[in-house]
């Protein structure tokens, strides 16, 4: 299966659990890699062949943004389910960090996969 990597998506939201954490927007990271089969776009180069990457991306930012979710893995679960919708996409695979998170790392995260044959 072919892949459309987003890479390094910066969205600005709340998330977490602690009471300053649900006050102020924080960075969230976000990753995607699509898996579809782009065989007939690469002969065709015609976009309506191929996964619309700009509107995912523009689809999971907005949530990003204004979900509130407490948890990472919640996130990464409704974005999951927001590339799922694109009828040409077979499965995903989104990580999402919190830059920041745990002094001394650079990011704390969680990463899943989802598919049409695997739901959450």
Known sequence: MDQIII?????RGIIGINDWEREKA???SIN???????Q??????DLRDSVDYRKIAKKAL?????AKRLTVEALAADIAGLCLEE??????R?????PGAVRF????????????????
Do not use: M
């Open 7 to 11: 890479k390094d998506l910066v969205a």
């Open 40 to 45: 007939k776009a690469g002969e065709s180069d």
């Open 94 to 98: 989104v990580r999402v960090e919190k």
């Open 62 to 66: 907005a949530h990003a943004e204004s």
């Open 32 to 38: 995607i890699v699509l898996y579809a089969d782009l």
């Open 105 to 120: 790392a650079c990011s704390v995260g969680v990463e899943i996969e989802r598919s049409r044959t695997n739901p959450e």
């Open 26 to 28: 924080q960075e969230i």
């Open 87 to 92: 009828p040409k996409v077979h499965k995903v």
